[in-house]
């Protein structure tokens, strides 16, 4: 699944912010830092499936960044693939 925006991390893979593909206006040397949205929301890895998706659906939103406890990227998780892990499941 494409996502519409990317995650903007630090040299050590800490989650700065999210620069939404809406918010791209052409070539030119504007700093990232000035189009992108700081401390995104995240969830963690420990994250119950279930209640997350959940959430998810309810706010329509198609998809989290999953970071560990010290902001470090871990990646995303869409609502497609924990239907798909929850379905799997007995």
């Known amino acids: ?3 519409d925006y990317c995650v903007v991390l630090n040299d050590h893979d ?4 999210r620069m939404r593909k809406k ?4 070539f030119d040397e ?14 963690r890895a420990s994250e119950p499936a ?7 659906t309810t706010k329509k939103v198609p998809a ?3 970071t560990t406890n010290k902001g470090r990227l871990l990646g995303t998780v869409t609502q497609d693939a924990l ?6 499941r007995p």
């Open 1 to 3: 699944m494409a996502h």
């Open 23 to 26: 918010d791209l206006r052409g």
């Open 50 to 56: 279930r209640g997350l998706l959940e959430r998810m």
């Open 14 to 17: 800490i989650v700065l912010g």
């Open 83 to 88: 239907e798909r892990l929850l379905a799997s």
């Open 30 to 43: 504007t700093p990232v830092e000035y189009v992108m949205e700081p401390g995104p929301t995240t969830v």
């Open 64 to 66: 989290v960044i999953v």
